[in-house]
């Protein structure tokens, strides 16, 4: 493909493409997904493009998830393993498997135009009376084939659309079917490690099979947060770098330039905590947080990944709190009801709310009143 790069996996165990993670630096101007939308088939679009959103939840955390069904091609099962590989099980019509079938995985393209693709080879599985699948060729009148993402392969930030890919024909995209994420459940990375990689695969809005990856290290997991009167409290875990007293969260103006707003962190061990006051956020619209966990060191982007959910902006909303100037060194204090549901502002009223972005970054947005 032209723009994009090719790779094949043949066996499970073979690191693949660059460690890759968000913006590459904090106050970086970039272009996000905030103001520009990738289409589903790999495009890039404007507003009302379609986004590739739009996952299917579980009813409680952890639980299988039947995927929104397609017409475009097969069905295919997804089980993620706590490592962070992923397997895909596709059913397809008897003879299928003899026409080398691939699994393929084709990053949608960046603002560059540039994608990748991994090709994985989809072996037969046996599929048993009790409904377990085994190695082996087919049974019965159904063919299961099986492809492995293993962990080890490194996937590029970003939503990479699933297809079939039988010789002599084009690649068909693939339509969910159960998707068993209940590994990634609080997933805790293993010690020892030197990246994090994690894949969510999820039903699109237009009923396709996609895998959403993340690729950092280290990684700052958000955790609680709690909006306060004047502010919010955040705690998280820092992955893969180590917390020390001059640590400080650091909100940075997406937009334009400024300086960033500190706000000093406590920290037990790989866990910390941090107050955000709102009204020096004032003079932005958008406010990306980050981690710095000592003086000198590489700010880390604060994010929730290590979960089951791939698109955390319209599943997990803070309420918004009006921004109206603290007296100096003022901690922020609970509100009565921190579950409050949103509602306007009066005419000229400054808001501030934190959320997740796209990315499932997390962010600060200040509104005005009109």
């Not at 709690?226 to 103006?253: K, N, S």
């Amino acid at each position: 493909m032209s723009g994009g790069t090719t790779e094949t996996v043949p066996t499970p165990g073979t690191p693949a493409g660059p460690l890759a993670g968000p913006e590459s630096a904090p106050g970086a101007r970039t272009t996000t997904e905030e103001s520009r939308t990738t289409t589903e088939e790999g495009g890039i679009g404007g507003v009302g493009a379609a986004s590739g959103g739009g996952a299917a939840l579980p009813a409680a955390p952890g639980e299988p998830v039947r995927g929104k069904q397609g017409q475009r091609g097969p069905t295919a099962d997804c089980t993620a393993d706590i490592a962070g590989g992923l397997t895909f099980d596709v059913r397809l019509p008897t003879g299928a498997g003899d026409q080398d079938p691939g699994l393929l995985l084709r990053r949608r393209p960046g603002p560059s135009g540039e994608t990748e693709e991994v090709r994985l080879p989809l072996t037969p599985v046996v599929k048993t009376a009790d409904g377990a699948v085994t190695a082996g060729g087919p049974g019965g009148g159904e063919v299961v084939l099986r492809a492995a993402l293993p962990s080890t392969v490194r996937l590029t930030e970003g939503r990479w659309n699933v297809f079939l890919a039988l010789e002599g024909q084009a690649p068909r995209r693939l339509s969910p079917g159960v998707n068993d994420l209940r590994s990634l459940v609080d997933r805790t990375p293993r010690e020892g490690r030197t990246w994090l990689g994690v894949r969510i695969p999820y039903a699109t809005e237009h009923g396709n099979l996609t895998v959403r990856a993340w690729l950092r290290w280290p990684h700052a997991e958000a955790g609680s947060l709690r909006v306060m009167d004047g502010g919010m409290v955040l705690r998280g875990r820092l992955y893969g770098a180590g917390i020390t007293p001059a640590a400080r969260l650091e909100a940075w103006p997406r937009r334009g330039e400024g300086p960033p707003v500190l706000a000093a962190v406590t920290a037990e061990g790989e866990d910390f905590t941090a107050a955000l006051p709102y009204p020096p956020l004032a003079d932005h619209q958008l406010w990306d947080l980050w981690l710095r966990p000592a003086a000198g060191a590489e700010a880390v982007r604060v994010a929730r990944i290590l979960d089951d959910v791939p698109d955390k902006k319209r599943i997990f909303t803070f309420p918004a709190c009006s921004l109206t100037p603290s007296p100096p060194g003022a901690a922020p204090t609970a509100t009565e009801d921190d579950e409050q549901s949103e509602t306007p502002g009066p005419r000229g009223a400054v808001t501030a709310k934190p959320y997740y972005t796209l990315n499932n970054d997390l962010a600060v947005r200040i509104d005005r009143g009109r």
